[in-house]
């Protein structure tokens, strides 16, 4: 506020530009001069600091538009042979840009967080695996962006992606009957979107 003295420390990363412990300013934070440029999702916390006393913690979530529709799903494993270790999810960006993944998260089927930085260019892939070990051993040479907690159903369920706002990316139900393809259910094969854009919770999408 105008008139009010001390230093405006601040971060970037989700941490508190206060040290916890020492209450001096967190190596972390940065002294507000200017404008800050972000280039996805970004928390910012906040303490004015006068002499050694710093103020309550102020903290908000910006974002940057990230064309989130151009990010589908494209390949499901999840009842392989070999068991869960194998599971995995496949995603690409079927879009002209990047697309920002930073804070996004799975909710249902399985829970991963995208770190702060994360992303997928123009026409790339991301693959989240069950197992970092086991699905190298099966895939050589494939790359993986994590590893997720809990496991894809074998009999079916929803999965849903959440931006860092919490709004919804994509959800979808899969199941193992009902019309969807057999093959996938402990046959050795995965499901695979046959046309991009089609609708995930039409069995004949797959």
């Known amino acids: 506020p105008a008139d009010t003295s001390g230093v405006i420390y601040y971060t970037l990363n989700g941490s508190d530009p206060r040290d916890f412990g020492t209450g001096t300013v967190s190596p972390a934070a940065h002294d507000y001069s200017g404008s800050i440029t972000i280039d996805g999702p970004t928390v910012v916390k906040a303490r004015i600091r006068l002499d050694s006393a710093s103020s309550a913690l102020t903290e908000a979530v910006f974002s940057v538009p990230s064309h989130y529709d151009a990010l589908q799903v494209t390949e499901l494993m999840y009842n392989p042979v070999g068991g869960r270790a194998l599971e995995f999810i496949e995603m690409r960006n079927f879009g002209t840009t990047v697309v920002a993944l930073s804070g996004a998260a799975f909710v249902d089927g399985i829970e991963f967080e995208f770190p702060t930085g994360s992303s997928v260019a123009a026409g790339d892939f991301v693959v989240l695996v069950s197992d970092g070990e086991r699905f190298s051993e099966r895939y050589p040479g494939v790359s993986f962006a994590g590893v997720y907690s809990g496991a ?25 009957d009902n019309g969807w393809p057999i093959s996938a259910d402990g046959f050795g094969s995965s499901l695979v979107v046959d046309v991009p854009g089609s609708k995930l919770n039409d069995p004949r999408s797959w």
């Open 152 to 176: 894809l159903s074998n009999s079916g369920e929803r999965v849903t992606l959440v931006d860092i706002l919490v709004n919804e990316i994509f959800s979808f139900h899969y199941d193992d």
